[in-house]
């Protein structure tokens, strides 16, 4: 059973020592954030102001009104399993523009085929569906995009309607141009 970390530093033991997630686990959200661009700290921290003692938030926790200055860079997926499958919930509008087209309602390995059949983020995703940890990363993008965004900040947290099975992910994407300024 998934074990839930008030601390995202701390892992479910079970998936800390198989340790078969892949070389992505650099991941894990730092406990120095200072560094992080503003909206994706305001993500990070909203979603553990909302998280119930020793639970994960669910979708019923999270109140679109109260975060209004990150709603274009949001995305949501729903999780599917048996198999592993994540679907566009909703899109915001800075990535739509940065991916160049609409995602809501389509799945994410159809969508993106090169993300998904990239082992690190493949991994990276399964390891919030089965962990319930919210994950971080900096760096280039894994997907097709606007050329001019040459890297993304993203902070990935898992949602669960029961407090445990984790049946949504919420995400926050920053592009960077290739001077570091955010767009």
């Not at 900096?138 to 407090?163: K, Y």
Request: hydrophobic fraction near 35%; glycine fraction near 6%.
């Amino acid at each position: 059973m998934l074990q839930v970390a008030r601390n995202a530093l701390e892992l479910a033991p079970a998936a800390a020592d198989r340790g078969d997630y892949g070389v992505w686990t650099g991941y894990r959200i730092p406990e120095d954030r200072s560094s992080w661009h503003p909206l994706v700290r305001a993500l990070y921290d909203y979603w553990r102001s909302v998280s119930p003692p020793d639970r994960l938030p669910g979708r019923q926790h999270i109140a679109p009104e109260a975060v209004p200055a990150l709603w274009s860079r949001l995305w949501m997926l729903d999780v599917y399993r048996d198999p592993l499958r994540y679907r566009y919930r909703l899109c915001g509008t800075e990535v739509v523009r940065s991916l160049g087209r609409e995602m809501t309602g389509q799945w994410l390995d159809e969508a993106h085929p090169t993300l998904v059949a990239n082992p690190q983020s493949r991994d990276r995703f399964r390891y919030m569906a089965e962990t319930g940890q919210p994950t971080w990363r900096r760096g280039p993008p894994l997907w097709t995009r606007d050329p001019e965004h040459r890297i993304v900040e993203t902070c990935v947290t898992p949602l669960a309607a029961d407090g445990f099975t984790v049946d949504k992910i919420l995400g926050l994407t920053v592009m960077f141009d290739s001077q570091g300024r955010p767009l």
